[in-house]
Structure formats: structure tokens, C-alpha cells
């Protein structure tokens, strides 16, 4: 199993910026898919963004396209979110993902990704 542990959350006042870590334990995390997900208060988790093995192709939910990016360090099996220009609609737990079996594209989709952080809050306020 790949184990998953965010960091970086906290409480931002709107057009702030946070940059979120996501440390993996894993026998082969540069082969793994990473993708980021969050879940607001009564709402169902949604995808934010997602990175195949290399960092070389990533993908954004259009909700955050322009303002967040995605990266990678596969030397420190760490996955990165740099979210700038936050909203307080981006107020959610966020969680990290990763797809251990191959994969040759970014994947969206809760049900492709194998394993899950706790999560980290982020609160953006008005």
C-alpha cells in the first residue's frame, strides 16, 4: 500500500496563496500518477488537478485552471499544489491521490486512484 500525508493547509484571506505537500511512502513513487481532490461542507469530493509519473503532463479542473499548479519531485516522493488567487470557494479539505497501476493518461475520476491521504484543511475568507 502507498501511504499519503498533506500538509500545508491553513486559513487564507481571498487572492492569498498556499502551497499545499503531499509526502508518499511507496516502492515506487516515480511511476505513480498523483492527483489532487477536495470535498467543501456538504459536497461530494471533486477533482483539482492530477500529474502522471514524469511531471510532464498535468491537468486542471476548470474551476482552478490559471490559478493552481500541480508539480512534482519524485527525488523527494513529494507531489506539490501551489494554489494562488484563492477564493473562498476554494474553502475545502483537500486530499492527495495516488494510482499505483500504469496509466497513459491524467485521470479524473475518484474511482482510478488507489490511495488516499487524511486530508488538510484549507479556509479562504472573504
Known amino acids: 500500500q502507498v501511504q499519503l500525508v498533506e500538509s500545508g493547509g491553513g486559513l487564507v484571506q481571498s487572492g492569498g496563496s498556499l502551497r499545499l505537500s503531499c509526502a508518499a511512502t511507496?516502492?515506487?513513487?516515480?511511476?505513480?500518477?498523483m492527483g489532487w481532490f477536495r470535498q467543501a461542507p456538504g459536497k461530494e469530493r471533486e477533482f483539482v488537478a492530477g500529474?502522471?509519473?514524469?511531471?510532464?503532463?498535468?491537468y486542471y479542473a476548470d474551476s482552478v485552471k490559471g490559478r493552481f499548479t500541480i508539480s512534482r519531485d519524485n527525488a523527494k516522493n513529494t507531489v506539490y499544489l501551489q494554489m494562488n488567487s484563492l477564493k473562498p470557494e476554494d474553502t475545502a479539505v483537500y486530499y492527495c491521490?495516488?494510482?499505483?497501476?500504469?496509466?497513459?493518461?491524467?485521470?479524473?475520476?475518484?474511482?482510478?486512484?488507489?490511495?488516499w491521504g487524511q486530508g488538510t484543511q484549507v479556509t479562504v475568507s472573504s
Open positions: 491521490a495516488a494510482r499505483v497501476k500504469p496509466t497513459i493518461v491524467v485521470v479524473t475520476t475518484i474511482r482510478d486512484y488507489d490511495s
Open positions: 511507496g516502492r515506487a513513487f516515480s511511476s505513480y500518477a
Open positions: 500529474i502522471n509519473w514524469s511531471g510532464s503532463m498535468t
